[in-house]
């Protein structure tokens, strides 16, 4: 089920929390926002889950009109919020029957659907247990379950690895992903390595403007600023000869040296496809042995930080 947000805004006094926004997530994709603290994450993940009324736009779960019929949406509609709002004095499994009949699944249906989501989301060992007695990763997994037992076709996880340990991160990431196979997800973090590795699309939000969206690589390529090089050249006496001529190609925007004692120098190009080719033919033509001519790639860190520091 698809995910179509028209214009959102959501004020605050005269604060703009979300600032007309508009985006689609298709059936089947797992969408990574990401953003600074006082982004407008939480409260378009809120918009979308129902829980709060936007001030302008639309949104649309499905055909389902989420301002006009809340109700209808949220049967469609798994929500873990940052907070997991767990009744820690209940038994694992307790819990989910008491979840699972809020979400008006069949009397008859809910003990087979909680095994159901004891397995998809291992608690097997640990569903007698109360929650209060569970480590935070597997009251993680509670919450998923929770968000899962009446089987929604979205699921939206505000920020659901916060305070795991690595293991338990890994855990939920394997989880997500395999939950996302057959559904929509939006998944929020602060973690970026844990966006790269399981969302299929990233878009970055910043004072309540979407300020980029699209794949990891497609992110990268649209990144501004100059693409980075590393060159060795080997066996040569005058490297002051071979920065001239390295600074002077088309496109090459700085040139610096990396090493005191060889021609390692760290090249920024606006074109670095270009760039490597001349730089080929410039060590066959003066006969430099060139060792190493490695793009550097552009980390997710570097892009978030570039399009939110302002």
């Given at each position: 089920m698809d995910i179509k947000v028209e214009n959102l805004t959501k004020l605050y006094g005269v604060q703009k929390a979300v600032d007309d926004i508009s985006f689609v997530v298709k059936t089947g994709e797992i969408l990574g926002f990401l953003g600074p603290n006082g982004a407008g994450k939480t409260t378009t993940m809120k918009a979308i889950a129902t829980f709060l009324l936007p001030d302008n736009g639309s949104i649309y779960i499905g055909d389902n009109?989420?301002?006009?019929?809340?109700?209808?949406v949220k049967k469609h509609i798994g929500y873990l919020p940052e907070n997991n709002p767990l009744y820690t004095e209940m038994p694992v499994i307790d819990y989910l029957r008491f979840v699972a009949a809020l979400n008006n699944v069949p009397k008859q249906n809910i003990d087979e659907r909680v095994l159901e989501m004891v397995k998809l989301c291992g608690l097997r060992g640990e569903k007698h247990k109360k929650i209060e007695e569970l480590s935070k990763g597997y009251q993680q997994r509670v919450g998923l379950a929770q968000a899962l037992i009446h089987d929604p076709d979205i699921l939206i996880l505000d920020e659901p690895t916060t305070g795991l340990d690595p293991n338990q991160i890994i855990e939920i990431r394997e989880l997500i992903k395999k939950i996302g196979r057959s559904k929509t997800v939006i998944l929020s973090s602060h973690i970026l390595a844990e966006v790269e590795a399981t969302c299929d699309r990233i878009?970055?939000?910043?004072?309540?403007?979407?300020?980029a969206n699209g794949t990891t690589a497609?992110?990268?390529?649209?990144?501004?600023?100059?693409?980075?090089?590393?060159?060795?050249?080997?066996?040569?006496s005058d490297r002051d000869t071979v920065y001239t001529a390295v600074a002077e190609l088309p496109n090459v925007e700085m040139v610096d040296f990396l090493e005191n004692e060889s021609a390692k120098l760290e090249i920024q190009s606006s074109d670095a496809k270009q760039t490597k080719k001349l730089i080929f033919d410039l060590?066959?033509?003066?006969?430099?042995?060139?060792s190493q001519l490695t793009p550097v790639e552009t980390k997710?860190?570097?892009?978030?930080?570039?399009?939110?520091?302002n």
């Open positions: 009109d989420a301002i006009k019929s809340p109700q209808e878009m970055i939000i910043n004072k309540g403007k979407i300020v497609e992110l990268r390529n649209r990144s501004q600023g100059n693409e980075i090089l590393i060159v060795e050249i080997e066996g040569i060590c066959v033509k003066n006969n430099w042995y060139l997710l860190e570097d892009i978030f930080r570039e399009l939110t520091l």
